[in-house]
């Protein structure tokens, strides 16, 4: 593919399995690394990432040979083992995800909104979040604590 070229920007949102607090704030700096470890293996770069106890966001630079439902299964299911390794017996990531393409133009943007989690869900809670999104995209995404 030496005369390919792909530049594909997405932000990708998953959650723990019911949105149980299952993110320790003293790992999540080392899951997201792991993360980035795990992304790099398939040239993928994670330019952001950042949640909350029970949720993640990223923003991802996706390589041309890489399938987003291959990455996404690595990333939860190698993550998912990791953390119990770290104690969290219990920790489970919820079944699927949402994933959403960014210009290159709103790079910035998304990585500021990314970076400001924690701030942001001082105000509101993810189901606002995922409203907000669902209107945006005029979709009705709606991520199922019961699956």
Known sequence: MAHSFVEIYLHVIFSTKNRLPLIPHD?????YSYFGG?????QVLILKVNGM??????MLKLHASVAL???MKE?????MSWMKTQGVKNFSWQEGYGA????VTHVEALSKYIENQKEHHRTDTFDQEIGILNKLWGIKWMVDTND
């Open 38 to 42: 795990i992304a790099r293996k398939r």
């Open 75 to 79: 990333l939860k299911s190698y993550s």
């Open 27 to 31: 790992l999540e700096s080392r899951l």
């Open 69 to 71: 439902s291959l990455l």
């Open 53 to 58: 106890s029970d949720h993640i966001h990223m």
């Open 100 to 103: 959403f393409s960014c210009s």
